[in-house]
């Protein structure tokens, strides 16, 4: 195919390989898919579910409470966070994903400000949400409404697009040797998508579909590796010296393997301690 006329040959080839990228993706889910849809009626594949998912239960509970009736259930089976955890970390994982599809990894500017207080605000809702959940905990404390899962997954998500949105450009800034300087959300137009994108995500979820959830589990539970494992690639970057040196992805496989390493070896760490002191996966004894 050739390029349009008037268009350089460059932004061309981008473009193709963009496109590329997005339906090899687009195989691959839906390969994933299909086969975890022929598993989900094998006794080998929940088997094989419950061993990634008790992986994934280890990593979620070096930061989440993982109370059983805060949290949502594949047939009866809890997701590895919580309902408001699953949300921050979902939307993580969903601000990479569409960043990922629309080629803006290398943008590291943060949103402009209209865009970031937008942020700010569905970090105070969750905010808000959170104190209310915390305060039936206590049977005679003041509350506005009653808590629901479906609240905490909403005000999470929200949340989410907003730690990744910020997070992402400040990785981009550390690691690229001539990074974007545009924000990966320039405008109001953009973050309506990623909202409905999360959106989506949010109404697939509560569908209750078991192989749906089973998907959405790992997702959070993914989204929860991106975002320690890119804050610990910055500090590594800064503390060695070593920031703003990639030109290529290869050049970054070094970094982000050593913050996936770390971050592995830090939630589990932090797993084992809890495990040790409160002898418990979900919750905390007592509540």
Not at 17 to 43: E, H, K, N, P, Q
Not at 259 to 280: K, M, Q, V, Y
Request: aromatic share 10%; glycine share 8%.
């Amino acid at each position: 195919m050739l390029p349009p006329k008037n268009q350089p040959v460059s932004d061309f080839i981008g473009q193709q390989s963009l496109l590329r990228r997005r339906i090899f993706l687009l195989l691959v889910v839906a390969a994933m898919l299909l086969l975890i849809g022929f598993y989900t009626v094998t006794d080998a594949a929940h088997l094989a579910q419950s061993h990634t998912l008790d992986g994934a239960d280890w990593l979620g509970y070096a930061i989440c409470h993982r109370i059983t009736e805060r949290s949502f259930a594949i047939n009866g089976r809890q997701f590895p966070l919580c309902a408001r955890c699953t949300g921050m970390y979902l939307g993580v994982f969903l601000v990479f994903l569409v960043l990922w599809l629309a080629g803006r990894l290398r943008h590291s500017l943060l949103p402009p400000f209209p865009i970031l207080l937008t942020l700010i605000v569905f970090v105070g809702l969750m905010g808000i949400d959170g104190v209310n959940s915390y305060l039936h905990f206590f049977p005679n404390a003041p509350h506005v409404y009653e808590p629901r899962n479906w609240l905490r997954l909403l005000t999470g998500i929200g949340t989410g697009l907003a730690m990744g949105l910020i997070t992402l450009p400040t990785l981009a800034q550390t690691v690229w040797r001539a990074p974007v300087w545009q924000p990966p959300a320039g405008n109001f137009r953009e973050l309506a998508g990623m909202m409905a994108v999360a959106g989506t995500a949010v109404l697939l979820l509560l569908s209750n579909q078991p192989t749906v959830l089973y998907v959405l589990a790992l997702a959070s539970t993914a989204g929860l590796l991106l975002i320690v494992t890119a804050l610990n690639t910055v500090v590594v970057l800064i503390v060695l010296r070593r920031d703003g040196q990639a030109a290529g992805w290869r050049e970054t496989a070094v970094p982000l393997l050593t913050g996936l390493l770390l971050s592995l070896l830090e939630l589990s760490t932090i797993s084992l301690i809890r495990f040790h002191f409160t002898g418990t996966m979900t919750g905390f004894p007592g509540l």
